[in-house]
């Protein structure tokens, strides 16, 4: 079972996978906001090297949202992920100046809705949230999951193919009010989730943890 004092910002436990995401929210208000991805943790302190690198093995930057946007989707996201992560038990977090760690899960949700309205006209940002909130975290994991395999750099794959077709799916079809049951498509990426968290937090001849 995860112990609350060990996990940082949005459910990131450097203890249970070093995989997660970092907002970087600049003092300047005039600044954009990074969102990134990172396979290693450093213990002594978050590195603050990014990369524009697709090559690159850490620190891949997934989107620069500019501070507007960034600003009306905020509040939004931290009462989601914390509905849930208090639902799991877990301590709630917020966003601050300078970095705010999530766990990899709800980074890929994060970039997901970032992506869908980095280049969207501002004033579709509520239908892109309304959309957001109807999906199932299992459908935001896969719609991270294809963009970014096809165009997931921070600058060279945006406005394009999937990362297009994410900003009118959410900015331009109906407003959803409630989440659904997910659809089976999306079932094999929560089983991926569940085995590799199970994995990772079941010791030798014990029993199983939770579910990330």
């Known amino acids: 079972m995860r112990t609350k004092s060990k996990l940082e910002g949005f459910g ?28 290693s943790y450093d213990e002594a302190g978050e590195r603050s090297d990014l990369t524009f690198s697709a090559g690159a093995s850490d620190g891949k930057l997934r989107v620069l949202l500019a ?39 709800l980074g890929k949700e994060l970039v997901m809705l970032a992506w ?3 280049d969207a006209d501002p004033a579709l940002i509520p239908h892109a949230i309304k959309n957001w909130l109807g999906l199932v975290p299992e459908e935001r994991w896969w719609l991270f999951t294809m963009t970014n395999a096809a165009t997931g750099h ?3 794959g945006r406005g394009k193919g999937w990362r297009k077709a994410l900003r009118f ?8 009010d409630v989440q659904h049951e997910p659809l089976p498509l999306f079932e094999l990426e929560e089983q991926h989730a569940r085995s590799a968290s199970v994995k990772r937090q079941t010791p030798i001849g014990g029993t199983q943890g939770e579910r990330e």
Do not use: C, Q, Y
């Open 169 to 176: 799916a959410l900015t331009e079809n109906p407003v959803a």
């Open 12 to 39: 990131f436990n450097p203890k249970e996978s070093v995989h997660h995401f970092l907002v970087t929210i600049p003092a300047s208000n005039r600044e954009e906001v990074l969102i990134s991805e990172h396979f």
């Open 67 to 105: 501070r507007p946007k960034w600003n009306a989707i905020a509040d939004e996201v931290r009462i989601e992920f914390n509905r849930r992560l208090k639902k799991d038990g877990l301590p709630s977090g917020r966003w601050k100046t300078g970095v705010s760690p999530l766990s990899r899960l």
């Open 116 to 118: 869908a309205i980095e």
């Open 154 to 156: 921070a600058i060279h």
